[in-house]
């Protein structure tokens, strides 16, 4: 059965990138930081593409920000990414806003199925699926990881990792948890998000980059959507940013008793 699958595509630093923060704690510092798509989000696009390749269907790819945001969705519809949609939104945002502009998405493309990374690396928040679940009434499996088959290495990494049943109304879904993996059967439509051991993201071919040039790539206002301000102010706001302390150098100590002290009184860990 196809589906029509709507996946994201976060612009986020990249973490080679060394990160400094501002003297006065509003934000860091962007000069000379290199950006690049949320990682867990290109494993969503990935699966999204695996999903279409074996059932057929279309892959839409969205995502939130200002012209910048535009390098991210274009390698994502390098990858494969039939369409993208990109919604102009410059303000502060959170896992809240993020979520209200989403299901908004959804209600105008209707997909079988919303896939997400499962965090963003720069605030590792971890909270957009599940709201945007919530929001829209749907199912929801976090935390995907791989599927489990007997087919071998070479064809395992081409197969989805999202098993689709064979009347196509519900995924399979093998999720990580604390100690192991649990298997969950996920009614359509649903929000999945990925977790990293789903699979291994493809590289762009120099075909795809260029006819990634030529794909529709719509932008809209977040106010084109139906959202008002309230919907668009966070609620949770960064007040202060602050470079962790430095680390210490080590000391000498004469024997164990005087190891055990400074663990005690001074580093406080025993």
Excluded: C
């Amino acid at each position: 059965m196809p589906l029509k699958i709507l996946v994201t595509a976060k612009r986020v630093e990249d973490p080679e990138s060394k990160i400094k923060v501002k003297p006065d704690g509003s934000g860091i510092v962007t000069d000379g930081v290199n950006y690049k798509m949320n990682p867990f989000d290109e494993i969503a696009v990935e699966e999204a593409l695996r999903l279409k390749e074996k059932h057929g269907g279309e892959v839409i790819v969205a995502s939130i920000g200002g012209d910048k945001a535009t390098t991210e969705i274009r390698a994502a519809l390098a990858m494969g990414a039939e369409r993208a949609i990109l919604v102009r939104h410059d303000g502060p945002m959170d896992p809240g806003v993020a979520s209200a502009i989403l299901a908004k998405l959804v209600e105008r493309e209707h997909p079988d199925l919303v896939i997400l990374g499962k965090q963003s690396i720069d605030d590792d928040q971890n909270q957009t699926g599940q709201y945007l679940a919530e929001r829209l009434g749907w199912g929801q499996a976090t935390f995907a990881s791989k599927h489990e088959s007997l087919e071998s290495e070479a064809e395992q990494k081409k197969q989805p990792g999202l098993a689709l049943s064979a009347d196509g109304k519900a995924l399979q879904v093998v999720r990580e948890v604390d100690g192991g993996v649990e298997t969950l059967e996920l009614t359509l439509p649903g929000v999945v998000t990925t977790d990293l051991r789903l699979n291994k993201p493809r590289f762009a071919s120099l075909p795809g980059i260029m006819k990634a040039k030529k794909k529709e790539l719509k932008e809209l206002a977040a106010a084109e959507l139906g959202l008002g301000p309230d919907d668009l102010a966070p609620k949770v706001i960064v007040r202060k940013l602050a470079e962790p302390p430095k680390r210490k150098g080590g000391v000498k100590v004469q024997d164990v008793a005087e190891l055990w002290k400074k663990l005690h009184e001074e580093a406080k860990v025993l």
